[in-house]
């Protein structure tokens, strides 16, 4: 039986400047015992208004707001591309120890041993997932990371006294990936996918020429296919002077498994916000560690943890880096988190893997027989489908991706990759369980039935959500930003 959502109560919350009354407060000061004195300048302003309240007020308003939202820990988030996991709460209980969380960045070294050791170890531990053995995990950001290895690879052909002005980026790399080329000044030149959804040897070398840096490939791509001739392209792309960057947002599907170093990769990001243990999405803070190889060590950005004889320091004298990427060194609360989880699964971040691509296949093997599968292989993490066998309905991929609401169901990712027409992009990690799967699956082949009896649902839905169909194209030329 599909866990169906439900109407139930759906709080209506007016602003904060609606509720309460004058006169009305929601703490107790102590009684002062300095000289009351009549504040100046702007806490006087007259058309200040703040809100009189009572902690009552505060409390339900900003627990009805909570009960609007929907997340990982609400239920499945089947996102494809962004690894929307439950995250195990230990992990946050010692993002919050107090050593770490009131720790000031600008700590002397001798106060700040736990944290510097700490960066090491995770730079370690990320060094021998991947097989590269010399990492920086201060990017504050995938995105982040991204820059940082194209910047490592630019000034490699630089210190070669050849740079280079273009970069190889495939039609199924993460989109981020050509803006992060551009940024360091090359120009992406795309590369299709062949029609099996993976990179072809012959493509590549089409493109590569003496002035292209390299290549920035994203395994497993963005259709979940992993990229089979992987090593042969990196083969190729070295021979004629590049190197290799790999995107390693998709990591969740390589843990355990894979040694991107014997791919051929030169140089990668991670996403700690994806694979290792951070709440993804919402804005929060993100971690971009970058791993590289031997030859490209001396670029990586600084200051650099260093493990000394008796202690851990900050060290900046590496003439030919990148330099610094922000003020501080990375998003460290994020560092504790992924640092905890590889810590408490250990040999199991193999069967973390084993778990994502095995859930992923089971949903592309279920929905394959109603829900068009363009490329019908053994997916990794993730599988994408279309709204081919639903366009003499007239019902599209949105939807149907509406209707899942409706069921209890976050949407997946819909309408990417690009070289799908109509994609729907299904992620489910290796959190959910069969059952959840199962009702999952039961719910998509509901709506399915739906738009052969009754497609108005579809079209009209979500119907139980709080908010119903939105304009979209108003709500992007005209947001209310206002509550």
């Not at 981020?176 to 080329?181: C, I, R, V």
């Not at 999952?440 to 009209?460: C, K, M, S």
């Amino acid at each position: 039986m599909s866990r169906a959502g439900t109407p139930g109560l759906v709080f209506n919350e007016p602003l904060l400047w609606d509720i309460g009354s004058e006169g009305r407060v929601g703490l107790s000061i102590p009684r002062q015992d300095v000289p009351h004195t009549t504040p100046s300048g702007e806490l006087t302003r007259e058309d200040l208004d703040f809100p009189d309240l009572g902690e009552v007020d505060v409390v339900r308003h900003f627990t009805r707001l909570s009960q609007w939202n929907f997340g990982v820990d609400t239920g499945m988030y089947p996102l494809g591309s962004c690894t929307m996991k439950y995250n195990p709460k230990t992990n946050e209980r010692q993002a919050a120890l107090p050593g770490f969380s009131q720790a000031h960045p600008m700590l002397p070294e001798s106060m700040a041993q736990g944290a510097l050791q700490l960066m090491y170890d995770l730079q370690e531990f990320l060094a021998e997932i991947t097989g590269l053995p010399a990492v920086s995990v201060q990017p504050a950001a995938g995105a982040q990371g991204e820059l940082t290895g194209m910047l490592m690879i630019h000034h490699w052909h630089q210190a070669r006294g050849r740079q280079k002005s273009k970069i190889l980026i495939p039609d199924t790399a993460h989109g981020t990936n050509p803006a992060s080329a551009a940024l360091c000044g090359y120009t992406p030149v795309p590369v299709p996918s062949a029609d099996h959804g993976m990179l072809a040897v012959d493509d590549v070398a089409a493109v590569m020429d003496e002035e292209t840096a390299g290549i920035m490939i994203t395994n497993p791509n963005t259709l979940g296919l992993f990229e089979e001739h992987i090593r042969e392209i990196a083969d190729l792309v070295h021979e004629r002077g590049g190197l290799v960057y790999m995107d390693g947002a998709n990591m969740n599907a390589l843990m355990g498994m894979v040694d991107v170093r014997n791919l051929g990769v030169d140089v990668m990001h991670l996403n700690l916000h994806k694979t290792f243990s951070t709440p993804h999405g919402g804005g929060g803070p993100g971690s971009g560690p970058v791993c590289c190889t031997p030859e490209l060590e001396p670029f990586l950005p600084v200051p650099r943890v260093v493990k000394g004889a008796e202690s851990f320091h900050l060290e900046s004298n590496y003439p030919e880096s990148i330099g610094r990427l922000h003020a501080f060194y990375g998003n460290f609360g994020m560092q504790v988190r992924a640092y905890s989880y590889i810590l408490s699964l250990g040999p199991l971040l193999k069967k973390v893997t084993e778990l994502a691509v095995l859930n992923a296949n089971y949903i592309k093997e279920s929905l394959k027989d109603v829900l068009h599968l363009p490329y019908d292989r053994p997916c990794m993490h993730e599988c994408v489908f279309n709204d081919e066998k639903q366009k003499d309905l007239k019902v599209t991929t949105l939807d149907m991706a509406k209707r899942l609401l409706d069921h209890g169901f976050h949407a997946p990712t819909v309408y990417f990759p690009l070289v799908v027409q109509g994609a729907i992009m299904i992620e489910p990690t290796e959190t959910e369980s069969k059952e959840t799967l199962d009702q999952f699956i039961e719910a998509v082949r509901t709506i399915l039935q739906e738009a052969e009896t009754n497609p108005d649902l579809l079209h009209e839905a979500p119907r139980r959500t709080k908010v119903s169909r939105l304009d979209e194209t108003a709500a992007a030329r005209k947001p209310c930003l206002c509550g």
